[in-house]
């Protein structure tokens, strides 16, 4: 199984910067896809961000040139920087991970709220 932990989230206002950060545990090394996803309220969850151990990225449209997903292969852990911000990204963010076999996991989910 794979564990894994979100953090960074908070309120910003429009035209700020925050940093996601999703800490995986566990089996780590099974894991071949790693992706952000969000849900703002009343809203399905949505793509926002992927990639896997090629380091090939993707981004939902609404996001790019704005968002960048990185992860650090030491520290197990995955980031989204997100600049340049706007109320629509206000949403909970949840990291997802993909390992060998198909099963996915996710996170607990932390608060995006950009407001002025």
């Known amino acids: 199984q794979v564990q894994l932990v979100e953090s960074g989230g908070g309120s910003v206002q429009p035209g700020g910067s925050l940093r996601l950060s999703c800490a995986a545990t566990?089996?780590?090394?099974?894991?071949?896809?790693m992706g952000w996803y969000r849900q703002a309220p009343g809203k399905e969850r949505e793509l926002v961000a992927t990639?896997?151990?090629?380091?090939?990225?993707n981004y939902a449209d609404s996001v790019k040139g704005r968002f960048t997903i990185s992860r650090d292969i030491a520290k197990d852990t995955m980031y989204l920087q997100m600049n340049s911000l706007k109320p629509e990204d206000t949403a909970v963010y949840y990291c997802k991970t993909v390992v060998y076999g198909g099963e996915e996991y996710w996170g607990q989910g932390t608060q995006v709220t950009v407001s002025s």
């Open positions: 990639t896997n151990l090629h380091d090939n990225t």
């Open positions: 566990g089996r780590v090394f099974t894991i071949y896809f």
